[in-house]
C-alpha cells in the first residue's frame, strides 16, 4: 500500500469542503490581532483570538520587542544549552519567577514544547501520568512521548481519577497533568479536589495554565491563584502566546525540578531558542500585567456579557468559565457552514470539530478581548443571532 493513500484520500474530502465555500480553515488575516481585523479586505470582529489582555498590537510591548530587535537581532542561533541564551532570557525566567512566586523557571520557544519537553523527561518508566482525558494536544503528545505510562481519567471526573490513582502501585511515581483551562470547552480544572487527591495518594500536580495565566487571579497568576491553591501545585506550565502577545512558553517550579528539566528536556536542548523580540515582548506584557489589573477586569465584563447573552438568545454554552465561550451547533458540517455565514455577516469565529469533541456535538469556539468595546459584542451578537435561527439552532 502506498503510504501516501491516506493524503490523496483526505484531499478528496479537503476538495469538496473547500468546494463547498465553507473550508474554515488557513483564512489569512492582514492586520494585527485587534478586536477587528482584516480578512480578504473586509473588516471582521474577531472571537477567535487568544489575545486576552489585548497586548499582541500593544505600543509599549511592540516598542520593547524593537529595542531588543535592534540590540540583539532577530534570533539567537542556537540552543539555550549552548550558545542560543541571552541575558534577557534569564532575567525573563527571573520576573516569570518571582511573578509565580515560584523558585525556578525555563523559557521554551513555543507552549506545546515546553509540554512535549518536561512531559517525555520526567515521566521515565518507573512513573505514571493521571491525565483528564480532554487534555490539550501538547500534553497528551508529551505523554506519549515518554516512557512512563499514562491512565487517562474522564474529565474532571473527580471519583474516576481518584479510583485510577488508587491503583496505581506505591513504587510508581504519580504525576497528575491536567488544562487549569481546557481550550475548547472554557471549562476549569476542579483544582481544589485535585488537590486532595494528589496528597491522599502522594502525587504531583502538574496544571497547564497556557489559558489561565493572566487571566484568572487576583493578580492574574492563573487558575491555582484563583482557588487558592498554588502552594499545592508542583508544575505550573505557561505560554506566552495568549495574555503575554508573543510566542514562547515555560515551565515553573522546585529549582531542582526545574534545572533537571533544563538538561533533560530535548525539546529545549535540541531547539533554537526563542527569539529576542519575542522575550522582550513577553517581559513587557508580563509587567503590563501586574500594572493594569484593570484590563482583567475588563475581560472578564466582556466573557460574562457575552455568555448571559448567548444563553439568553438559546444557544447552548457546555460548561464554559472563563473567556473562551464555546456554542454548540451539531454536527461537522453546520460548525463549518456556521464559519462562513457568519464571516459573510462580519465575525470572525473558530469551528471546533470532531475528534476534538464527539460526533454531534462541533462547536463554535469564541474568546474574548480585554479591548473589545460593546460595540463589537453587539455586532457579534446580531450576527449569531441571526445564523443561529437562520441555520435552526436557535429559535
Avoid at 514544547?113 to 512513573?127: A, M, P, Y
Avoid at 517550579?253 to 527569539?275: C, E, K, L, N
Avoid at 522582550?280 to 472578564?300: C, T, V
Wanted: net charge negative; charged share 25%; glycine share 8%.
Amino acid at each position: 500500500m502506498d503510504i501516501f493513500q491516506k493524503c490523496a484520500d483526505a484531499a478528496k474530502y479537503y476538495a469538496q469542503v473547500r468546494e463547498a465555500g465553507i473550508y474554515p480553515y488557513y483564512r489569512a488575516i492582514s492586520s494585527g490581532q485587534d478586536p477587528v481585523v482584516t480578512h480578504m479586505g473586509k473588516e471582521l470582529v474577531m472571537l477567535g483570538s487568544n489575545n486576552y489582555l489585548g497586548l499582541t498590537n500593544n505600543p509599549e510591548v511592540k516598542e520593547a520587542a524593537a529595542v531588543a530587535l535592534a540590540m540583539f537581532g532577530t534570533g539567537c542561533a542556537g540552543s539555550r544549552l549552548l550558545n542560543g541564551t541571552l541575558d534577557i532570557h534569564l532575567e525573563l525566567e527571573q520576573r516569570l519567577a518571582r511573578f509565580l512566586g515560584r523558585e525556578d523557571v525555563l523559557t521554551f520557544s513555543t507552549g506545546f514544547q515546553v509540554n512535549l519537553g518536561v512531559l517525555s523527561c520526567l515521566l521515565q518508566r518507573s512513573d505514571v501520568a493521571l491525565a483528564d482525558n480532554l487534555n490539550h494536544a501538547s500534553l497528551i503528545d508529551g505523554c506519549r512521548l515518554a516512557f512512563g505510562k499514562t491512565h487517562k481519567y474522564l474529565h474532571n471526573n473527580m471519583e474516576d481519577l481518584d479510583k485510577k490513582l488508587a491503583n496505581v502501585p506505591a513504587n510508581k511515581g504519580k504525576l497528575i497533568v491536567v488544562d487549569g483551562v481546557f481550550s475548547m470547552e472554557g471549562d476549569v480544572a476542579k483544582l481544589p479536589e485535585i488537590v486532595e487527591i494528589k496528597k491522599r495518594h502522594g502525587a504531583r500536580l502538574m496544571v497547564d495554565d497556557a489559558h489561565g495565566v493572566g487571566v484568572f487571579g487576583e493578580m492574574g497568576r492563573g487558575t491555582p491563584e484563583h482557588f487558592g491553591v498554588e502552594d499545592e501545585v508542583d508544575l505550573i506550565m505557561g505560554t506566552f502566546s495568549k495574555s503575554l502577545a508573543t510566542v514562547g512558553g515555560f515551565i515553573a517550579g522546585p529549582a531542582d525540578v526545574i534545572d533537571f528539566i533544563r538538561h533533560q528536556a530535548r525539546a529545549a536542548i535540541f531547539s533554537a531558542a526563542a527569539p529576542p523580540p519575542s522575550v522582550a515582548a513577553a517581559m513587557k506584557a508580563l509587567e503590563i500585567i501586574e500594572n493594569e489589573p484593570e484590563r482583567r477586569k475588563n475581560l472578564w465584563e466582556n466573557a460574562r456579557f457575552m455568555k448571559r447573552e448567548f444563553q439568553t438568545l438559546g444557544f447552548d454554552t457546555g460548561e464554559s468559565e472563563s473567556p473562551v465561550i464555546p456554542l454548540v451547533v451539531g454536527e461537522d458540517a453546520d460548525a463549518f457552514t456556521m464559519t462562513r455565514k457568519l464571516q459573510d455577516r462580519g465575525v470572525f469565529a473558530n469551528p471546533v470539530i470532531s475528534p476534538a469533541v464527539p460526533k454531534g456535538r462541533a462547536m463554535m469556539r469564541t474568546s474574548y478581548m480585554a479591548t473589545h468595546t460593546m460595540e463589537h459584542l453587539e455586532r457579534a451578537l446580531e450576527a449569531f443571532a441571526a445564523t443561529g435561527r437562520e441555520m435552526g439552532i436557535i429559535s
